[in-house]
């Protein structure tokens, strides 16, 4: 039953025009930002000869992450917002099964795609910077890193979309957990609100993707992700368990 959700899910996600959209967006971003990174690289009249491209698969990684993630979201509040919720449980009664199979193709999809657009625009940079920049092999390790960083943003923002079941205020509540408030309240000079900045999924995902924030460990960054995204996901399973789908 569980194989037969996710196949329906897959089909429902991506005979939807807008699924394609979103991608899209991502690569331009990442691979935008890529290549223009190595266009000034190149054209420094001092250029960093020896420099590695693969910087560039982890900073477009930090704007274009949102793309997918409202990828994820969508993929949860477009069902309530049509209100096509109802028949999907009456397709799918088990809600377990259906939370756990759309979770499952949302977060997939959002990874896989951030991931091989990460690869994209290192390659991207390296041949616009060429022969600048380099793109050692060893440097693959930051691949896993990107892809930690999507899967745990989609884990997210799907777990919100479940608790939420909107689609405005889901992406909202993404966008400041993610990049406003870990931005603005380190800004504020106050202690509690730096300590409250560390403790957002956006500075977690801002560390492992660019590595510099202050105050953030590796282990400190993947454990903040963890706990955010496995809340958001309880939280919003708990929610579809036990209240009427349609309110």
């Known amino acids: 039953m569980f194989a037969r959700t996710c196949a329906a899910e897959w089909t429902r996600l991506w005979t939807v025009r807008s699924t394609w959209w979103f991608p899209a967006a991502a690569a331009v971003v990442m691979v935008g930002i890529a290549t223009v990174a190595g266009l000034e690289a190149g054209s420094d009249p001092v250029p960093p000869e ?19 993630l409202a990828l994820a979201l969508t993929a949860v509040t ?12 009456q397709w799918t009664p088990r809600r377990a099964v259906l939370f756990l199979a759309r979770t499952t193709v949302a ?23 060429r022969p600048v920049l380099v793109l050692p092999v060893e440097g693959l390790g930051v691949l896993p890193d990107v892809a930690f960083v999507f899967a745990a943003g989609a884990a997210l923002a799907v777990g919100l979309g479940f608790l939420l079941r909107h689609t405005a205020t889901t992406l909202v509540t993404v966008f400041l957990l993610m990049l406003v408030l870990p931005l603005m309240l380190p800004n504020l000079g106050v202690e509690w609100a730096s300590a409250l900045a560390d403790a957002l999924p956006g500075a977690g995902a801002a560390f492992l993707l660019i590595g510099e924030v202050p ?15 496995a809340g958001a996901l309880l939280l919003g399973w708990l929610r579809l368990a036990r209240d009427d789908a349609n309110r």
């Open 215 to 229: 105050g953030m460990t590796r282990t400190s960054s993947v454990v903040t992700l963890l706990c955010w995204a």
């Open 107 to 129: 977060v997939c999809v959002a990874t896989a795609f951030g991931t091989l657009l990460a690869l994209a625009a290192a390659v991207a940079a390296f041949t616009a910077a």
């Open 78 to 89: 477009s069902d309530y917002a049509t209100g096509g919720i109802v028949p999907t449980l």
């Open 50 to 68: 020896g420099g590695s491209a693969w910087r560039m698969a982890g900073v477009p990684a930090l704007p274009g992450q949102f793309a997918l």
